[in-house]
Each structure stands twice: as structure tokens, then as C-alpha cells.
């Protein structure tokens, strides 16, 4: 039973908003998505000035984007919901 008190204790409803959760999920995917672009990146500096190593920076070009929304949506909840 006590260990049932504190589990409940440690999930308050301003901590466990399911909405932030979900934000959290997608900018954690976002940005993990990202830095495994920039390693691809990295990796095919070999292939530098060809058209397959612009397609990796653009790839992670486009990642960089979707890590920084996923970011300032979470931020903007936050603000918005004070959670
Ligand atoms: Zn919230």
C-alpha cells in the first residue's frame, strides 16, 4: 500500500499531462532522427560534391526543422499549460 501512496504522489496532474508527454515523445524522435542524419552526414564526407552527399544535407537539413518545431511546440505548451 505505501508503495502504491508514493507512486501516486509522484504523478500529480501537472506532471503527467499526457498532452506534454506526446510532445516530448515526437521531439525526442525528431531531434534522435536528426542527429542520426548528421552522422550519415558526417560518415559520407567521401562522397563530398556528389549529388548522394547533398541528399544527406538535405536530409538532415530537413530533420534540424522538424526537431526545432517539435521543440517550440513543446516550449508553447509548456507556456501555455503551465505543466
Ligand atoms: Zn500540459
Do not use: I
Amino acid at each position: 500500500m505505501l508503495r502504491f501512496a508514493s507512486m501516486q504522489a509522484a504523478y500529480s496532474p501537472v506532471r503527467h499531462c499526457l498532452e506534454r508527454a506526446g510532445l516530448t515523445d515526437e521531439w525526442s524522435t525528431a531531434a534522435k532522427a536528426y542527429a542520426e542524419a548528421v552522422h550519415r552526414v558526417n560518415e559520407g564526407l567521401g562522397l563530398l560534391g556528389t549529388p548522394k552527399y547533398q541528399e544527406l544535407k538535405d536530409a538532415a537539413k530537413a530533420l534540424r526543422l522538424a526537431a526545432n518545431d517539435a521543440a517550440n511546440r513543446l516550449d508553447r505548451h509548456k507556456v501555455k499549460h503551465g505543466c
